[in-house]
């Protein structure tokens, strides 16, 4: 069965989901809890829904599946191209990935280099000191050492290069499939 790398994602999310849903579970069917009086023992609570044995087998099969997705699309980010060129080259959708997430981290880097500004203050050395008679308070400026304007335009440009950028990846994760023969047929369920 051949699906679009945007549903393994949304397989992965749910598969991840459920295998921390199974791990709580098998947690909390770890041990019973009995009360003894009188030489008998009576469960304090109810029976476990689920044997750990049961639990246990479950997400080694879950974990199995979620590897072998994982393996998938990684393949696929590796070896699918997006719409989008870095220094006259068409880029993988690993890289976008990896691009997308630099020029993410940037962008309030720049924002806030591009947003500062000359300042100016007084102050006063001695505020502290005994002899407060004495004025040596002076102006303390502090100004970019930098053309501000340049920052501010770069950050924009760079928002619009991730908005280039999710669009390509976007459009790969729709247009590229994965081959998940591996996976029970879950479409038939849905359908």
Do not use: W
């Not at 009086?37 to 750990?52: N, Q, R, S, T, Y």
């Not at 005994?130 to 930098?146: G, L």
């Amino acid at each position: 069965m051949k699906i679009s790398l945007a549903e393994v994602r949304l397989i992965l999310e749910n598969k991840e989901s459920e295998l921390k849903t199974l791990f709580q579970r098998r947690s909390d069917s770890l041990v019973n809890v009995y009360k003894k009086a009188d030489g008998k023992k009576e469960l304090m609570h109810e029976e476990h829904e689920f044997a750990v044995d049961e639990l246990t087998e479950r997400i080694e099969k879950l974990k199995k599946e979620i590897r072998k997705l994982r393996l998938c699309s990684a393949t696929a980010n590796v070896n699918t191209l997006v719409d989008f060129t870095v220094d006259g080259d068409k880029i993988t959708l690993q890289e976008a990935i990896y691009l997308i997430k630099q020029y993410r981290e940037e962008v309030p880097v720049l924002r806030k280099m591009g947003e500062m500004k000359t300042t100016s203050q007084l102050v006063d050395p001695l505020r502290f000191s005994s002899n407060s008679n004495i004025d040596r308070t002076y102006e303390e400026i502090k100004e970019p050492t930098y053309d501000t304007k340049k920052y501010r335009k770069e950050a924009e440009k760079m928002e619009k290069l991730i908005t280039k950028l999710e669009l390509a990846i976007n459009k790969a994760n729709l247009t590229t499939e994965v081959d998940v023969d591996f996976l029970p047929n879950e479409k038939s369920d849905e359908e």
